[in-house]
């Protein structure tokens, strides 16, 4: 089994289902055998509980991966606006998230696990802060991407877009998994996946079926995606 492996599940645009993956995934990699940590580094669209905010993505994170650590650690930063952190915090008048702070919280979170599942939010170009996005933490953090593509109308020039941006940033590149995230179906639906296999040469780790569990085929997937 392999050690200190971390991936960044980002997407081709927000409501494409990354929680979701990222939480069958972490089952499923837990069910292989490894010790799975999670990061939600910056969550926005937090809600307002007992006087503090209330990072729900991240609380999903840590209960399918079975981790004990601590929300400050998984989620540093947290904003009630539902926008990229960097507009959140604008708005609010809050500090962006600061990429040194996310690093230490990473390494202090890796130091206990096999594999480390960082979600981003959005897609790989929302930013962060407005001089650094989601391409410049997996250079940071050294996390290969797992793109997240919802199956729908309209999916095919995002997915493609994403994945050619992760390559000129340098981002190392596991895959991209194609999820039904809505109960639907159309002629795009039905097409979309061989379209992408006739559209890139980027790995498709598999597809997921509204409503179904991360299959542990996908997690082999993504792991020897890695040695290639």
């Not at 081709?12 to 837990?30: I, N, S």
């Not at 990473?106 to 650094?132: C, K, N, S």
């Amino acid at each position: 089994m392999p050690s200190n492996l971390a991936f960044l599940i980002s997407g081709t645009d927000t409501g494409v289902g990354k929680t979701t993956v990222a939480c069958g995934l972490a089952a499923g990699f837990r069910e292989l055998g490894l010790r799975v940590g999670v990061m939600k580094p910056a969550e926005t669209g937090c809600e307002w509980r007992e006087g503090g905010l209330v990072p729900l993505d991240a609380i999903a994170l840590r209960t399918a991966a079975m981790a004990g650590d601590p929300l400050d650690l998984i989620c540093p930063y947290r904003y009630a606006t539902p926008l990229a952190p960097a507009v959140a915090a604008e708005i609010e008048g809050c500090a962006a998230p600061a990429l040194t702070r996310i690093r230490r919280c990473h390494e202090q979170l890796f130091a206990g696990y096999d594999l480390m599942l960082v979600e981003g939010a959005g897609g790989l170009a929302v930013p962060i802060t407005w001089r650094e996005n989601y391409a410049d933490l997996a250079l940071a953090l050294d996390l290969w991407l797992i793109l997240v593509v919802n199956n729908r109308l309209g999916c095919l020039s995002g997915a493609v877009l994403s994945l050619d941006y992760a390559a000129r940033r340098g981002v190392r590149i596991a895959g991209y998994i194609l999820n039904d995230a809505a109960r639907e179906e159309s002629p795009a639906t039905r097409s979309n996946a061989d379209s992408l296999l006739r559209l890139t040469t980027v790995r498709c780790l598999g597809w997921l079926r509204h409503g179904a569990a991360v299959p542990l085929d996908m997690c082999r997937a993504a792991l020897s995606s890695t040695k290639q």
